[in-house]
């Protein structure tokens, strides 16, 4: 229970011991990796939805639900109506409510969101390197500093930390299809409190501080080997996801959040809408934001049964 379950969203601590089943089943069954990169598994879901008849529009933002005497009757994507016979709304919760919503259509006021614990934002480099990398493996965590320090400054007093842990991912040990031949596709991730101010500069000092702890200890010179590099934080979450204070991994997972506590599924509201992800049950992370669609899915397929619709998935 120590750095993984930093993005489970508390310390160590402070997290219910259940969570150990997710450093269980990293230990104990093993880490999975799709060949090809974690972009695999969506091309392969769209397949399996297209060829079911599912229709899917990418870039294209959802500006309203449009709703009608307590039923959703379609959404507004650039000023057009598009009607359904039910909505599952798999954007971030918050913003759902808040920028799609009506006010009378919420289940939830910006005070609630304001008091609910949030799981880590994050910064994120993205790098290209032009030569082949040593004595580093496909997933490498650094718990060359203090733990406890890094978690009071995501959790308790929230500031960009003073001596940070990190991961840093190299797929390209495993798959070369992720690099150039004699290529190395480098990924580093530091967890970070969500709702912080986020600059170019903090980026780039917190770039020189893990590259420098990467160069260290891995015994190589990396930095002017790098071709490629492009940097991912709070703004980034914020602009392209929508995502409450730049969070990157939804609520945080403590007691008083879990099951029955965490945000309705169902709207009370508007009978045909349906929340899924991961700011609803079961929570955070892939497997349960996958579950939670299923669950959205069937609610929804219940409620238009029961009100005789016909009913084509
Ligand atoms: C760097 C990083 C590493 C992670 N690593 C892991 C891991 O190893 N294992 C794990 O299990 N989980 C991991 N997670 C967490 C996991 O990715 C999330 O919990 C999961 O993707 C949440 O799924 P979701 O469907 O709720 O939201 P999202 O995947 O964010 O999907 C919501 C979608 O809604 C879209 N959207 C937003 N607003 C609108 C709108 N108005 N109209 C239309 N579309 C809209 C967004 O663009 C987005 O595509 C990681 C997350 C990050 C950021």
Known sequence: M????????????????????????????????????????????????????????????????????????????????????????????????????????RNYSEAYWNKKTFAPSCLIFYLGVSKRLQNLSHHTLFFDEDLLVHSIEIYKDPKWPSKPLFYVCCPSISDNSVAPNGHENLFLLMPLAPGLADSEEMRETYFSIMMHRLELHTKQSILSYIDFKKSYCVNDFISDYHSYKGNAYGLANTLMQTATLKPKIKNKKVCNLFYTGQ???????????????????????QHLKRNQHEVVI
Not at 12 to 20: E, G, I, K, M
Not at 286 to 297: C, D, L, M, N, Q
């Open 279 to 301: 700011l609803t049950v079961p929570g955070p992370g892939v497997p349960p934001a996958i579950i939670s669609g299923k669950v959205a899915a069937e609610l929804l397929h």
């Open 2 to 105: 120590e750095f993984p379950v930093l993005f489970l969203g508390a310390m160590p601590q402070d997290t219910p011991a259940l969570y150990s089943l997710m450093n269980y089943a990293g230990l104990k069954l093993g880490t999975w990796y799709p060949m090809g990169g974690f972009g695999k598994v969506i091309e392969g879901m769209q397949t399996v939805c297209e060829k079911l008849g599912a229709q899917i529009h990418v870039n294209a933002p959802i500006e309203q639900i449009h709703v009608e005497n307590g039923e959703a009757k379609g959404v507004i994507l650039q000023g057009e109506t598009h009607f359904f016979d039910g909505v599952v709304a798999s954007a971030d919760y918050h913003h759902v409510e808040q920028q799609l919503l009506k006010p009378s259509f």
